[in-house]
């Protein structure tokens, strides 16, 4: 394809900016083209762009039947890998125009916006993502400072009113205090931490299976549109492709790789959950779950997590914190008493939540200190602008 032809191609989808440098250009239409080329994770196509650059990559595998010598492959596993591309060297044509109408972006690693997180995932890391929404908070959340740290809180779709009742109090207290949720925008778990973080204002990055054009679940076309319009929806496969199992685990690679902890909250004994698990444990990454009740088939996966992948036990947004080695750094210092315990107005602050208001009799239970005493420390705390309340109760503040 021509300069000039590649230019209008790719117009409207990457900045125009970014269009004036031949190169770059060429880089660009040939990162598109792979993405509708390879299925995520192909490990041969990931191989030739890292040592060909995905035009010469791109070159070979429409041209030649014998493997460059710099992949240092077979020719068989080269022909293998062609039998797969060749079929699709034509089917770039709907889904890039597809993206224009819609308003999807994409991006490549050279691009600002890129998560330089996922090239952890070496030859396995996606060749390009196709984004709709605030695709500059791909990179934000791939910085890893306590400002902007990236969590994937995932669990079953068959979600019990527990496991969406944490999900909730942890993805909205974790985005209070800055945090980006990362999941993967199915019913269940991943929808709820969506929409907890979406109450508070946070952001979020819902990573799918298929096209960003079209919603899955489609129940979820709302859900998804209000992703966008506060955080982004991205996936590796370009516009018009269905979502398939093999995706939706390439997918799990894909959120594990952008966060830099992943929570499983509820989760059978085979869930896919577990999948998203073991690619954030090979990523070297901060893993937790969150304890069940024994009896619950919803919590069997999360107890092998606990039991099998040396996963940390997760009740409450504080235990990623502390995971993530930043507790003190995102909520109110605690203070220790001589005798070794945490003092009655931590106690308190740790009784609230940031996102459901509670009534005196519950902060008390849940802290352990006597009713009037709780309400004497929500007095000093609310003076120092650590607690609020209303008609309904109180409720912990960011700072």
């Known amino acids: 394809m021509s300069g000039d032809d590649a230019r209008a191609a790719l117009a409207g989808l990457v900045p ?62 080269w022909r293998r890998a062609c039998a797969r591309w060749r079929p699709r060297q034509d089917d770039h044509h709907y889904p890039i125009e597809r993206a224009r109408r819609v308003g999807v972006r994409l991006v490549v690693p050279e691009d600002a916006a890129w998560p330089a997180h996922v090239d952890e995932l070496g030859i396995h890391a996606p060749v390009a993502l196709w984004a709709r929404g605030h695709t500059d908070e791909l990179a934000t959340a791939a910085k890893a400072t306590t400002s902007s740290t990236a969590v994937a809180l995932v669990g079953a779709r068959a979600a019990t009113p527990y496991g969406v009742q944490v999900a909730g109090e942890i993805a909205g207290d974790l985005a209070v205090g800055g945090a980006t949720i990362v999941s993967g925008a199915a019913i269940g778990i991943d929808a709820a931490a969506h929409r907890a973080c979406l109450a508070v204002d946070g952001v979020t990055i819902a990573v799918l299976a298929g096209g960003v054009d079209k919603a899955y679940p489609s129940g979820h076309a709302g859900l998804l549109t209000d992703v966008s319009r506060r955080g982004v929806v991205v996936s590796e496969v370009p516009c018009g492709t269905a979502p398939t199992k093999w995706r939706f685990l390439q997918r799990n690679r894909l959120i594990a790789a952008l966060s830099d902890a992943t929570v499983v909250v509820e989760a059978g004994w085979r869930s896919g959950s577990l999948n998203t698990a073991g690619h954030a444990a090979a990523l070297g990454r901060a893993l ?16 092998r997590i606990l039991r099998e992948y040396d996963g940390r036990c997760i009740t409450s947004a504080e235990d990623v914190r502390e995971m993530l080695g930043w507790s003190n750094q995102a909520g109110p210092a605690v203070a220790v008493e001589g005798d070794g315990r945490t003092d009655d107005a931590t106690r308190v602050l740790d009784a609230l939540s940031t996102r459901t208001p509670r009534n005196l009799a519950e902060i008390a239970r849940r802290s352990g200190v006597a009713g009037e005493e709780v309400t004497a420390w929500l007095g000093f705390l609310e003076l120092d602008g650590r607690v609020v309340s209303d008609e309904r109760g109180w409720r912990r503040t960011a700072s």
Do not use: K
């Not at 269009?19 to 041969?44: N, Q």
């Open 16 to 77: 125009a900016d970014d269009l004036e440098d031949p190169e770059s250009r060429e880089e660009r239409w040939a990162r598109a083209r792979w993405s509708v080329l390879a299925e995520p994770g192909d490990g041969v196509a990931g191989l030739s762009i890292q040592r060909l650059g995905a035009a010469g990559a791109l070159d070979c595998a429409l041209r030649d039947d014998a493997p460059p010598p710099e992949l240092d492959l077979s020719v068989g596993d």
């Open 288 to 303: 937790g779950a969150v304890p069940g009740p024994v009896t619950s088939a919803a919590s069997a996966g999360c107890h």
